[in-house]
Each structure stands twice: as C-alpha cells, then as structure tokens.
C-alpha cells in the first residue's frame, strides 16, 4: 500500500508537470515482499525490493520505477541512473506505542518491555539509549507491522520511519519522534527515487524536473559515506544532514550491534555554486548512482567529497572493525 502511495504521488507531480503524458501504473511485488520470516539483514542481497523491477526496466516493460532511496543500493547496476530525488519527507524514525502505553515515551515504558524493529541500526543505538528494553525483530509492510502491535501483546512499541507513517496518513499514530540526539536515521531515509534507464535522455529529462536541490545534496552526501564505509542493511550505519546558508553539515557513524562500540563525527563543506552550463560529454555525470542535471555540478562534487571524507575519518579512527564484528556478528 505504501509502495503504491508512493508512486500515485510521484505520478500526480508528473502529470502535473505534462498533463498531455498518459501515465500507467504496474504494481509488481518483490523478493523482499514475499520473504517475511527472516530479518533483512540475514538475507544478505543487497537488491531485495529491486531486482524485479529493474529486471522490468531492462525489458522496456516500464519507463521509471519509484522506490524508497533507502532501499537502493549506493551502486547501481550498469545501464541505471536515479533521475530523480523528490523533496524529502521528515527523515526521523517514530515511536508507535501499544494502546496500552499510549501518551508515554521510551524512557517511561515498564523495564523489560519489548519494541519492535527490524533495523540493526536503530536497534545498535536505542539498545544503549535505553538498556532497561528489549529490542527483537518484526517484519513485514506497515499495515503488518501495526496490526502485529495492536493485536497482539508482544511488542511494548515499534519503530518505524516517520515518513512512512505520514505517507500512509497514520501520523497521529506517531507517539514520539526520536530525535537525531537520539537515534540517527538511515542514508536516503525519507526521500523518494525515480530510477530509469541511464540512456533514456527523454525520460531523464522528463522526471529530472522532480529533482529538489537540497534532497539531492544531502542524500549524495549520505550516499557517498555509505558507500566509501561499505555499509549495506547488514551493519548499523546512520547519518544526519543539515544545510542551511550554502553549508551542509554530516553526521555520520557506525555502531557495534549492542550499541556499546562506535564512533561518529561531523564535517561539513561548502555546497552554494551557480549552475553552469554543462552540456556535452558530462551532461550525464552520476554521483552515487544519482544523475541530477539541474544541480550545480560543483555542488554535487562537494557534497559526494563532503561524505568520502567523513567516511575516511571514521575509517581511521577504527570503523572497519567495528563494522567488521557487527557483519560476523550479523552472519553467525
């Protein structure tokens, strides 16, 4: 359902955009959809909710696939671009409580209760946060999710990202935001993909009018640490991106699947260019998979440097091996 949201909002600006275009809407399903057993980071393939699609793609059965950015592997595979990063939603994961506990927060929930997530990352840093909780795993699409929680009486609270929550309509459900001092969220978290094949000029050019500037920074940015850490589902990597006046400011950090271990800094670079005219042999140019034409170039280029260096950082202050026992960890 949140899936199909997603991409009649995406439709709706494009139609908006080319009321003389006649979009049609296939709904497909996805090894990630069907495997509801197992943890995400157990599965081990990088390309869980996009494989199938991308196989469309390939085959001309589709022009353009919306996806979550967070599910997107920071490299795509050959002949595929993201061409468009639309205007993020609020990135913060949310608290939805059981009835029972209903107007409290996670510090005011009984000792021992249990909260529900299935990511490693928000599990590593709530589990220090709050070591009077218990954390377990919980799959599923959202409407799964929420059902489980009410339903039943396993799950003291769940975690899931605001974004998805307000997308659905059920952001009264929200009982608390957590905020970036308490838990980082995840690279691309809250902003939404339009991936396309990278030689279609005309669709390229179509959807890159859905491009909002300051999304596409700080998600390259994000993108970029991810991707120089070797980060995946597999290990706890969070980030928190700020721009405000020409500076965008990264947080990034690892963490050790309990929480006890990890390391986070901030850098930031500047990112205020004017657009250039950048026709010819670099027109196309992609950064962490993102080709976003009506984005200063130069700006791009700081913003994918601004999340290589951090990721440099933490590597030299020990994050391999932080992130290395968390992947043995993960495995066994």
């Not at 929200?174 to 995840?186: T, V």
């Given at each position: 359902q949140l899936a199909r949201i997603q991409t009649d909002s995406v439709v709706e600006m494009l139609r908006e955009l080319y009321p003389d275009l006649r979009f049609e809407i296939v709904a497909m399903s996805t090894t990630g959809d069907k495997i509801l057993d197992t943890a995400l980071s157990k599965i081990g393939e990088k390309s869980l909710f996009t494989k199938e699609l991308e196989n469309a793609l390939e085959r001309n059965?589709?022009?353009?696939?919306?996806?979550?950015?967070?599910?997107?592997?920071?490299?795509?595979?050959?002949?595929?671009?993201?061409?468009?990063?639309?205007?993020?939603?609020?990135?913060?994961?949310?608290?939805?409580?059981?009835?029972?506990?209903?107007?409290?927060?996670?510090?005011?929930?009984?000792?021992?209760?249990?909260?529900?997530?299935?990511?490693?990352?928000?599990?590593a840093q709530l589990k220090k946060k709050f070591p009077q909780l218990e954390f377990r795993d919980i799959r599923g699409n959202l409407n799964t999710r929420l059902k489980k929680l009410d339903e039943k009486e396993d799950f003291g609270a769940i975690i899931l990202a605001a974004a998805g929550l307000k997308r659905m309509g059920w952001e009264n459900r929200?009982?608390?935001?957590?905020?970036?001092?308490?838990?980082?969220?995840?690279v691309g978290q809250g902003a939404l993909a339009v991936e396309v094949r990278a030689k279609d000029q005309e669709i390229l050019n179509m959807v890159s009018a859905l491009h909002d500037a300051d999304t596409v920074l700080r998600c390259i940015a994000e993108r970029a640490f991810m991707k120089r850490l070797e980060g995946g589902c597999s290990v706890p990597v969070a980030v928190n991106t700020v721009l405000k006046d020409g500076q965008l400011y990264l947080t990034g950090a690892v963490y050790s699947l309990d929480g006890s271990d990890s390391l986070k800094e901030t850098m930031q670079t500047g990112v205020n260019y004017p657009q250039q005219n950048e026709d010819g042999p670099n027109d196309d140019v992609q950064h962490v998979g993102i080709t976003a034409k009506n984005v200063p170039g130069q700006a791009q280029e700081a913003a994918e440097s601004l999340g290589v260096e951090l990721a440099s950082l933490l590597l030299s202050k020990g994050a391999k091996h932080i992130l290395s026992v968390a992947r043995q960890l993960n495995d066994a």
């Open positions: 059965e589709v022009d353009l696939v919306v996806h979550s950015l967070k599910d997107l592997p920071t490299s795509l595979p050959p002949g595929f671009t993201i061409g468009a990063v639309c205007k993020r939603e609020n990135p913060l994961d949310a608290v939805v409580f059981h009835p029972k506990n209903c107007g409290k927060t996670l510090s005011l929930l009984p000792e021992k209760s249990v909260i529900g997530t299935s990511s490693l990352r928000r599990a929200i009982g608390q935001l957590l905020s970036p001092e308490d838990c980082l969220y995840a």
